[in-house]
């Protein structure tokens, strides 16, 4: 199980999109990947928003091992309030990861072989969006700090659902004060899918694929695979097809491991 994610937007733009009283001191990156260190919005102590860097990865505060961060990295928003690992982070420790598109991957056959092909999936506007996340403190016997999110999934739309069963929950920039406010524990109807009229995909360079690449040139447009099923390269989405996501048939990169839980 993976995910990705791209932030190229301008600091001032990022500022200006979440209500930072600042401009952060981040630069772009085209190939965000799990156990790296995001840029997260949260409302701090002072009720001030603000933007730090978190590890992609949650690790709970009663984990006896911090390397249980890497297999946390999303929670499935149906159950969120229940499991024991996220039922805190959820009531009080919201956040937001400010993002300009996210990967998928579509498995296309060359000849007899199977290749995983890339696909960047974004607002069709082009707007910086935020993705729905927990974050928590985890404290060492030593007293080490170690400061991590994760990333909330739902059910996949109509556009995604061609290819995945699971996707990132969007905000709305309508609903970033309500979700980052801790004080507000009535969020569950906000974890829902992102309209399917309202996004857009395409095919994306393979070097996507490795976590080491970066640069503006991967989330250029490639022409569709001649093999990809005709299905999975929609031109449109009409506006009053029915969101309604299908029954995943593959593992997605936006998926929480369906095992019990450790806590």
Request: proline share 10%; glycine share 6%; hydrophobic share 40%.
């Amino acid at each position: 199980m993976c995910g990705r994610y791209e932030l190229h937007a301008h600091p001032t733009a990022i500022a200006l999109a979440f209500g930072l009283p600042g401009v952060p001191d981040i630069e772009p990156r085209y190939n965000i990947a799990p156990m790296s260190d995001v840029p997260v919005v949260r409302v701090n102590a002072e009720n001030v928003r603000e933007l730090v860097l978190l590890r992609w990865g949650l690790v709970p505060r009663a984990a006896k091992d911090p390397s249980v961060g890497s297999r946390i990295i999303n929670a499935r928003s149906e159950t969120v309030a229940e499991r024991p690992s996220f039922r805190m982070p959820f009531r009080r420790h919201r956040c937001l990861l400010p993002a300009s598109g996210f990967y998928e991957w579509l498995t296309v056959t060359d000849g007899a072989q199977a290749r995983k092909q890339p696909l960047r999936i974004a607002p069709a506007d082009g707007a910086l969006f935020g993705i729905a996340g927990l974050y928590e403190r985890w404290l060492s016997p030593e007293g080490e700090v170690l400061d991590t999110c994760t990333v909330l999934t739902t059910s996949a739309n109509n556009l995604l659902s061609r290819f995945s069963g699971r996707m990132p929950v969007i905000i709305g920039p309508e609903d970033y004060a309500r979700w980052l406010e801790p004080q507000n524990e009535e969020v569950s109807d906000l974890l829902r899918p992102y309209p399917a009229a309202q996004m857009a995909l395409h095919p994306v360079s393979t070097r996507v694929n490795a976590t080491r690449n970066e640069g503006a040139d991967l989330i250029e447009p490639v022409p569709w695979p001649a093999d990809a099923l005709e299905a999975h390269a929609p031109e449109t989405v009409p506006a009053a097809e029915n969101d309604k996501a299908a029954e995943p048939e593959q593992e997605s990169l936006f998926q929480e491991p369906e095992q019990e839980s450790l806590f």
